[in-house]
Each structure stands twice: as C-alpha cells, then as structure tokens.
C-alpha cells in the first residue's frame, strides 16, 4: 500500500507519499481500507518532529479516518468485512489501510457521505470528551470557544447550543466570526481587535464563562482563568501559544474554578472506546437528524497532504480538511 510517510522532520514537504508494507490487524482490531483521513493540528507537529506516534501505533500522521472494513482481526464482534465505518485512531490515517482497535470504530452517520464521516472522529470525541464529560457543560451555561471556525470550535459550537448552552467564541476576521454565527455563536469576538475577557464579561452581564474550551495554552492561561465563571471550568486541549505560564492560585481559589489539561491521543485504548461509545450515544443521532453537521473547507487528495499542511499552517481555513485515498473506497 501507500501511504504518507516523513523521513525526517520539517516543513509540509517533509511529507512523501511513498510504498510501505500492509498492517495486519491484531487482537481486538479491524483492517480498514481507507477511503480519506483528516488533518488536525497534532499531524503538524508530528511532521515538525515534536509529537511522536506513542509506541506501538502506526508511524504514519493522521488521527481519524473513513473507509471500509476490509479484514476482522481475531476476537472482533459486532463488525463485518464490507461495513462503511469512520474511526479514530493513534496514528495511520493518511494511508491507504489502517489497522484499527475495534472499540474505536464508529458507524458512518446516515445522511453523511464516506469522505465527509473522516473529518468526523476526531473531534467529535475531543469536544464530547472534554466539553461534556470533564466540563460538565449544561444547559443554560456559557461554553467560550477559542478558535471557533476551527474543526474543533465547529463542532463545539453546535454541540453546545444542541444541549440549551450559550457559545461565545475567538476567531480571527469577520468571515471566520460569520460563518460562526451560521453555526449557532452567540458572542463574536475577533480576537485581534477585542479582548474576549471583557467581551465575555459584558455579554454576561459580568458572569463569565461557565466552561472554556481552550487551544491556546500558556499565553492565555491567565486571562481564561479571569474570564472564568465562580465554578467555572477551563479545558485545555492545546499549546499553540505556549506549554510554561504561571498561575494565580488565589484567582483559581476565589473562584472556586477547575483547570482540566487533556490529551485524546495518547489515551488507553479502553478509555478512548468508552469516549467513542459515549459520542455514538450522543453526538451521532444529532448528527443524523441534521442538527449538528460536519464543515469542510476543502478535499484534496491524500498525495498532496503538504498542500493540506500548508492550509493548515496559515489557518485560512474555515473547519476541517479531508485527505482522500485516490484508489481507496470513495472513488470504487
């Protein structure tokens, strides 16, 4: 097969799309013949050379893909050769095959298409799993969305109004904040003109936000605690601004609010299927009764990933970017 391999780390065109040898799936994993994966953050820096696969994983960048089962690995139920599935996965989603642990299966939401159910998984569970189960989001509450036109900050703003909460959100110009708002944002802010701990303290009658779903890191650890709720919760999922910050421990305390730093990647594969169980429960049936729908900015096909980097990097994009395999499922 082929697949998307980096010699040696560095920019997008460290990125070949070069012949490696087939996985075979082990006890507990299906083989999936890849229709298209989907391009997150964290595939960028593995390419850079600063987020290695765990061991044991596949080399290769991509964390979710689409496809069909092609093979059952031994002790597999509930699954047949020939079912149309999306998954989340360790690494191995820019590739034409993938060998997937069962639990982290999911079946393709009616009414999505095979390309599309790739850009799904991903974040999907990152929302669901950070937003909802160690949030705690609720109705009524006010969620804070920085990055709101990414993948991630799509999904959160419509699974958010979905549950009955209110969604402020970052973005940088007015397209991204507009297309936001289409998704269901209530608060707009452009972070390159306003500061979002007023914005969010105006919009709240100087509440503050409930729960904040946060990509940024050490650059804005303290203005989210500021902008925090009393009880609030602050999730952080990504270090786009910086891994070190100091934190006020007597704002923290004054207000009685939780720092939460989490990571889908690295954990077991017993957690990662009760996350993935949890987003079958809830998120696929709004999915499927068209209340919370995937955005594409754009598909291209999986050899011209450095394309897709560069997309990436520049953060013109507005939700997610799909990989498709030129030979896989979608195109047979």
């Not at 599935?85 to 069962?102: D, E, N, R, W």
């Not at 009524?140 to 990414?150: A, C, P, R």
């Not at 973005?171 to 708002?181: M, V």
């Not at 891994?243 to 609010?257: F, G, Q, V």
Request: net charge negative; hydrophobic share 45%.
């Amino acid at each position: 097969m082929y697949a998307i391999t980096v010699p040696e780390p560095g920019g997008p065109d460290a990125l070949v799309w070069a012949e490696v040898p087939d996985p075979v799936p082990g006890e507990g994993e299906v083989l999936v013949e890849v229709a298209a994966g989907a391009v997150n953050r964290a595939d960028v820096l593995q390419r850079q050379g600063f987020y290695d696969p765990p061991p044991g994983s596949s080399p290769y960048p991509g964390l979710e893909c689409s496809g069909r089962i092609a093979a059952l690995g031994p002790g597999v139920s509930g699954w047949s050769v020939g079912d149309e599935v999306c998954a989340l996965l360790t690494g191995g989603g820019y590739a034409q095959k993938v060998a997937v642990p069962a639990g982290q299966l999911l079946p393709v939401p009616q009414g999505v298409d095979l390309v599309t159910a790739a850009t799904l998984p991903e974040v999907a569970a990152t929302v669901w799993s950070n937003v909802f189960l160690v949030a705690g989001l609720r109705p009524g509450e006010t969620l804070l969305v920085h990055g709101g036109s990414s993948g991630i900050g799509t999904m959160a703003i419509q699974l958010a109004k979905a549950v009955g909460a209110r969604v402020a959100v970052t973005a940088g110009g007015q397209e991204k904040l507009a297309r936001c708002k289409e998704l269901g944002a209530d608060i707009l802010i452009d972070y390159r003109e306003q500061d979002f701990v007023e914005e969010v303290r105006k919009a709240t009658d100087g509440a503050g936000a409930d729960v904040i779903l946060d990509i940024i890191g050490a650059k804005y650890l303290a203005r989210n605690v500021e902008a925090l709720a009393m009880n609030g919760r602050l999730a952080i999922i990504g270090l786009m601004g910086g891994a070190k910050a100091e934190l006020d421990l007597a704002a923290l305390l004054t207000k009685r609010a939780a720092v939460a730093a989490t990571s889908l990647r690295s954990r077991p594969t017993e957690e990662k299927a009760t996350i993935i169980a949890a987003v079958r429960e809830h998120v696929w049936p709004l999915i499927e009764a068209g209340k919370v729908r995937p955005v594409v900015d754009r598909v291209l096909p999986m050899p011209e990933a450095p394309e897709a980097h560069r997309t990436m990097e520049s953060s013109t994009h507005i939700g997610k970017i799909a990989l498709v395999n030129p030979d896989g499922p979608a195109g047979n």
